[in-house]
């Protein structure tokens, strides 16, 4: 007996239903070691008050060896899951924003997951640089919408020390190490707005890797990759897209200027942060973070760093309304409208 149905005319069975979706809980790690201007103006032979007028930066967090990527990304999952009431095994997907693993496989997140005891979640990495973790939040959002998971973890994880010349006066002063994660959950009313997204690859050579890991033929250079960033050309494009961008992720979920409480930009630079503050109009009102100032740039870890510095100090209130924002290489940029855990 044959049957007549095919596997043109079989529909996939899918019954999930869209449902909201919200942070719940946001943790972070900071390395114990704060490095100051000065240290860095003795390997650069920069001046520490140029480099503070430059990029807003006094001090930042370098990791020690035992303060491995794995190690912080897990301390802050860890601290996110108590903020947000939510078990280990109740997590179904870890998602982990980082370019700075020193293993292409497996991903750092999978390991994460095994130390958190995640025992059924999916776990897999992003690399975005610096907009990792709002592409992250994008993915973990969508997730918990559909049904697919009812909570996610998104991490941002970065030892930025690991590819760093200590002796590039361009690039030295900026970067630091650093982990940040927060429980997406879902919600009785949208959490988390849309997302908008970009990538502009004509511009990759503004904030790329001094070389790959071979040339081709197998050959490893002799020196380590290390990042390479020309600053001022990451610096005009940020101030012209991130503007109109921003301004589209406040359109898309139905939120004023005005009624924000909150602005949370990857810290990159305090210039570029001033700018895009100045063009949106912001009032005093709406609390900026600025945890560049004593944590650096770390790459996808600064925008969670940040958001918990505002909450903690109470800069900023729990289920108030922020506007998240990365850019970084690729140059990429990506964030959306968020009310705060």
Not at 139 to 162: F, N
Not at 171 to 185: M, N
Request: proline share 5%.
């Amino acid at each position: 007996m044959t049957s007549t149905t095919t596997s043109s005319t079989t529909t996939i069975q899918d019954t999930q239903v869209l449902r909201h979706s919200r942070l719940l809980g946001v943790g972070v790690y900071r390395p114990e070691r704060s490095v100051p201007n000065t240290e860095i103006a003795e390997r650069t032979g920069l001046d520490p008050a140029w480099i503070e007028s430059r990029s807003g930066i006094r001090a930042r967090r370098y990791a020690s060896d035992d303060e491995t990527l794995p190690t912080m990304a897990t301390a802050a999952a860890e601290k996110a899951l108590a903020a947000a009431g939510i078990g280990a095994d109740q997590v179904g997907a870890v998602i982990l924003a980082t370019i700075t693993s020193m293993e292409q496989m497996p991903a750092v997140a999978v390991e994460v997951a095994h130390r958190l005891g995640a025992r059924q979640a999916a776990a897999f990495d992003i690399s975005a640089a610096c907009a990792g973790f709002c592409h992250g939040l994008a993915l973990a959002s969508d997730l918990v919408r559909m049904g697919r998971a009812d909570h996610v973890l998104v991490i941002g994880a970065e030892r930025m020390t690991d590819i760093l010349d200590h002796s590039d006066r361009d690039t030295a002063f900026l970067f630091a190490d650093g982990a940040g994660a927060v429980v997406v959950g879902p919600s009785d009313e949208p959490g988390i707005g849309p997302v908008v997204w970009r990538a502009d690859g004509s511009r990759n050579a503004a904030l790329k890797m001094t070389s790959p890991w071979h040339d081709g033929t197998g050959e490893r250079p002799d020196d380590k990759p290390a990042i390479t960033m020309s600053g001022w050309k990451v610096y005009r494009w940020a101030t012209g897209e991130l503007v109109p961008a921003t301004r589209r992720m406040l359109e898309l979920a139905g939120v004023t200027v005005d009624q924000l409480d909150a602005f949370v930009p990857h810290q990159a630079n305090m210039l570029i942060t001033d700018f895009v503050v100045d063009q949106l109009g912001l009032s005093e009102r709406t609390a900026v973070a600025r945890d560049i100032v004593t944590s650096g740039n770390s790459s996808a870890a600064s925008i969670p760093l940040a958001m918990e510095e505002l909450l903690a100090s109470g800069k900023a209130p729990s289920g108030g309304l922020a506007l998240l924002v990365g850019f970084g290489a690729g140059l990429v940029y990506a964030g959306q409208v968020v009310r705060l855990p």
